[in-house]
């Protein structure tokens, strides 16, 4: 149960190989701001400030964090009622052994008597073509009477599992992660805690026209880990880790974090993941039963119920979870706007995600592999939602926005920091190949 609720409802975020990151800190911590001081002037901390004073602004801040960058692995699963993570294997084990025993069974059949089990089935092909397509409208008509819409999107999706469930499986969560952070929660007094309290207050406050953020009581939990993680259970504790606080640049960055670990309790993400895993599950196991019958050897079945465990994983699985992640970073995006953060940051955290990938040397993997969208197609996807963010915004009386936008200032950095990368290159130049250039990024 620890293994695999372990995975559930976190956030992308968790870093495995925070050493690497430090290192790739020193060449970031100059033009990863979204500070309008020049480049060559040294930014030892963020300041957090206020933004107004209107009931959608952000209440005075006077905090400085430690700025630092780190990236992180592209791994979520949603977690499932623990009944049926207890079941699970058996339903599995009860198919194995079914299609097990159909094998033996038919190889211990007489030939004459094979021979007269075809002709019957030939016979009655009809009757078992009815009876399957009778098992296949059973399984259509459960999944479209369990629709439900979606909140706030309004988008159709499959329900199997009522609130009430993860509720009580969120306190068991959370009592297991409060155990496990025992001596590692910040007390209240810390300033760390203190900006997260207020985001998070300010994105509730602003959204408590949405009946499902209103409902919920979000109760901050600040652990002190190097690790960039962030996620929010379905009853409304949020847990933020100082990785997050050190990795941000601003606190618009934060707020849209945040507002998107919001947007995933609020959209109930959790238990419409649990529910089409369960159904694929259900189905998946006719088809283990028939892999089992079919194969003519214990090896073979195995590898084809590896083949169709990674099918479903690839096909289904991981593009669902994208969807998922893309309508987290809409609504978050919206809940930000609403909250009057420059949503403009939002985009700009994905680039420095994917900067710290390009100059630790990480390969890129491609997106169908991941449960995540990749960073870079993350950013474009935000970028595209950014103008309708902006008239929300303004839609608000939100304060307008002063100052150059942060995607051009991270763009010209970014333009920066490549040209004092090709000069240090150039008296070296003749000693590399022209046709793979490397990037030497500076540490200053």
């Known amino acids: 149960y620890r293994n695999f609720i372990g995975?559930?409802?976190?956030?992308?975020l968790d870093v495995p190989n925070?050493?690497?990151y430090r290192k790739a800190h020193h060449g970031l911590r100059r033009f990863c701001s979204q500070s309008s001081q020049p480049l060559g002037e040294k930014i030892p901390s963020l300041q957090i400030s206020s933004v107004g004073q209107s009931s959608c602004h952000f209440p005075d801040w006077n905090i400085q964090i430690i700025r630092s960058f780190h990236t992180s692995p592209l791994l979520q699963a949603a977690p499932v009622p623990l009944f049926w993570i207890i079941v699970k294997p058996a339903q599995k084990l009860f198919a194995i052994i079914l299609g097990r025993s159909i094998r033996n069974w038919w190889k211990a059949l007489p030939p004459n008597k094979r021979?007269?089990?075809?002709?019957?089935?030939r016979k009655n092909k009809w009757?078992?073509?009815?009876?399957?397509?009778?098992?296949?409208?059973?399984f259509v008509m459960f999944y479209f009477t369990h629709l439900e819409e979606t909140p706030i999107t309004g988008r159709a999706r499959l329900l199997v599992f009522g609130k009430e469930h993860f509720r009580e499986l969120s306190q068991m969560e959370y009592d297991m992660w409060m155990e496990q952070f025992k001596s590692q929660m910040l007390p209240e007094t810390d300033v760390r805690y203190q900006v997260v309290e207020r985001v998070v207050g300010h994105l509730s406050e602003s959204n408590k026209d949405i009946p499902q953020v209103s409902a919920l009581k979000w109760v901050i939990h600040v652990v002190d880990e190097p690790g960039v993680n962030a996620f929010v259970l379905p009853n409304g504790q949020v847990f933020v880790f100082t990785g997050l606080l050190d990795a941000v640049s601003d606190i618009h960055?934060?707020?849209f974090i945040l507002g998107h670990e919001i947007a995933h309790a609020v959209l109930e993400h959790a238990a419409e993941k649990a529910s089409l895993v369960h159904f694929l599950d259900f189905l998946s196991l006719i088809f283990l039963t028939m892999i089992w019958a079919i194969c003519p050897r214990d090896s073979l079945a195995v590898v084809g119920q590896w083949i169709q465990s990674k099918l479903q994983e690839f096909?289904?699985?991981?593009?669902?979870s994208r969807t998922l992640e893309a309508e987290a970073d809409k609504v978050g995006l919206q809940f930000a706007a609403k909250a009057c953060v420059d949503v403009r940051a939002s985009s700009v955290f994905w680039q420095q995600?994917?900067?710290?990938?390009t100059i630790q040397g990480q390969p890129k993997l491609?997106?169908?592999?991941?449960?995540?969208?990749?960073?870079?197609?993350?950013?474009?996807?935000?970028?595209?939602?950014?103008?309708?963010?902006?008239?929300?915004?303004?839609?608000?009386n939100c304060p307008s926005l002063s100052g150059p936008d942060p995607r051009l200032i991270f763009r010209l950095n970014m333009q920066h920091l490549l040209e004092l990368s090709k000069g240090r290159e150039a008296p070296n130049s003749t000693k590399q190949d022209p046709s793979k250039p490397k990037l030497d990024f500076p540490h200053a």
């Open 7 to 12: 995975k559930g409802l976190r956030c992308l």
């Open 18 to 20: 925070t050493e690497v």
């Open 115 to 121: 021979e007269l089990f075809k002709e019957s089935a």
């Open 127 to 138: 009757k078992i073509l009815l009876g399957v397509s009778s098992l296949g409208v059973v």
């Open 253 to 255: 960055q934060l707020s």
């Open 315 to 320: 096909m289904f699985d991981r593009p669902y």
């Open 353 to 357: 995600m994917e900067l710290a990938e």
């Open 366 to 396: 491609p997106e169908w592999l991941s449960t995540h969208p990749s960073h870079e197609n993350r950013a474009e996807h935000l970028d595209r939602l950014i103008p309708e963010a902006l008239k929300i915004r303004e839609s608000c």
